[in-house]
């Protein structure tokens, strides 16, 4: 591995989840506050990164009461990058900041992890983030989750 690589979720994804349930889950109104300015200032970080020749992968630690806020951080690289970027930044920069070959690629030798989308996210990028119903994912070749299931391994004799 080479060069100078970030991950979003630490510019991005927390801020984005707690600007989304924060009030949920009984963050304070100074806090919000506080939240949304560090959302903002994690935006222009992002864009920043990029001027300067940083590669921009995508990442997130999320959990507990913010595991369903996960895909959030999606739509704000989006918005930061570009659909295009983001694709690149959660396939083939993440596989190049792991130092991984066969990830992040389709072809002979890579892994066969896989998301089907129900659509072209570089014209329609929500169909990354949207509802299962929109998307299929595959995990050496064999279809791991279902609509609105977690990621679960499903047994290998299923026909999907």
């Known amino acids: 591995m080479t060069g100078t690589f970030v991950g979003e979720a ?3 994804g927390e801020t984005t989840a707690f600007a989304n349930v924060g009030a949920e889950l009984g963050l304070a109104p100074v806090a919000q506050a506080k939240n949304r300015e560090v959302l903002d200032a994690g935006r222009a970080a992002i864009g920043l ?3 300067a020749g940083v590669r921009i992968g995508f990442g997130t630690d999320l959990m507990g009461p913010l595991d369903g806020e996960q895909l959030h951080g999606l739509r704000l690289q989006a918005e930061v990058e570009g659909p ?5 930044a959660a396939t083939s920069v993440n596989a190049e900041l792991l130092g991984r070959d066969d990830l992040g690629r389709i072809g002979p030798g890579a892994v066969a992890d896989l998301l089907v989308l129900d659509g072209d996210p570089l014209q329609d990028p929500s169909v990354l983030w949207g509802g299962p119903d929109r998307r299929a994912v595959f995990q050496g070749g064999i279809r791991v989750a279902e609509q609105g299931a977690r990621l679960v391994l499903l047994p290998r004799t299923a026909t999907r």
């Open 10 to 12: 630490g510019a991005t």
């Open 49 to 51: 990164a990029r001027e």
């Open 84 to 88: 295009l970027a983001l694709l690149r």
